[in-house]
């Protein structure tokens, strides 16, 4: 099956400035995530989505990150204006849900820099 | 608030010996991922752990859990260059309710495997 599609792969701003990535998750996967990955560290769960529906964002900075999950297959997050601590690894992730492992499919991730 | 916390960091190991990682975390959970990160690549599931003594193997990895004492181990035997990479356990911090996924990850261990 193919796996989860994320584009950009790369991308540098200047600060302030705003930048949008795309994931599209394994066809028929009804939970799609948004991890925020800095170097050195483990990813850490921004955003989760069930279908169009937001389950937990907790740990969004609302003031500045926005995703939205149309139809409840592809993904857009955002970041406007990007800070410098927002240099990182954007994962995107899907599962299927329902009992049993659950296990997160993982894309390749959107590398920010922001200079 | 949920604390992973994984040792070593590092692991400079050489070839056919062995070794553990280990994944200590502060809260209950029944479900703990262990999952491999190659440089500049995304995040590879390893293995699922649902239950307290679970143990699972593939090749020269061995995982297992034990959920009274909070501790998680990843074993290396007879290790080859191949395995270098960076091992993360993570545990699903909402297991046991409605939506799984909000993965907590540990800070990651850096695994060099030389001749």
């Known amino acids: 099956e193919a796996g989860v599609a994320q584009s950009p792969r790369y991308k540098i701003i200047e600060k302030r400035q705003s930048v949008a990535f795309w994931c599209n998750p394994i066809s028929g996967h009804a939970t799609l995530y948004w991890y925020q990955q800095i170097l050195g560290q483990g990813p850490k769960l921004l955003i989760q989505f069930q279908n169009n529906g937001v389950v937990d964002d907790s740990q969004l900075p609302k003031d500045r990150f926005s995703a939205e999950r149309l139809k409840g297959v592809d993904s857009t997050l955002k970041i406007q204006p990007a800070k410098l601590e927002d240099s990182a690894v954007y994962l995107c992730a899907s599962s299927s849900q329902g009992t049993g492992a659950n296990v997160l499919t993982f894309g390749a991730g959107s590398r920010l820099t922001v200079l | 608030e949920l604390k992973v916390e994984q040792n070593p960091l590092f692991l400079s190991m050489q070839e056919g010996k062995n070794y553990t990682i280990y994944c200590n975390y502060s809260?209950?959970?029944?479900?703990l991922y262990w999952y491999r990160q190659d440089p500049g690549k995304s995040l590879e599931s390893l293995f699922v752990?649902?239950?307290?003594?679970a143990v699972k193997q593939e090749g020269r990895l061995m995982a297992s859990l034990d959920t009274k004492a909070r501790l998680s181990t990843l074993h290396i035997t007879a290790a080859v260059h191949d395995l270098s990479a960076t091992y993360f356990c993570a545990l699903d911090s909402n297991a046991g309710g409605t939506s799984y996924g909000k993965l907590t990850f540990g800070q990651g261990t850096i695994l060099t495997v030389h001749p």
């Open positions: 809260t209950t959970s029944d479900r």
């Open positions: 752990l649902l239950s307290n003594g």
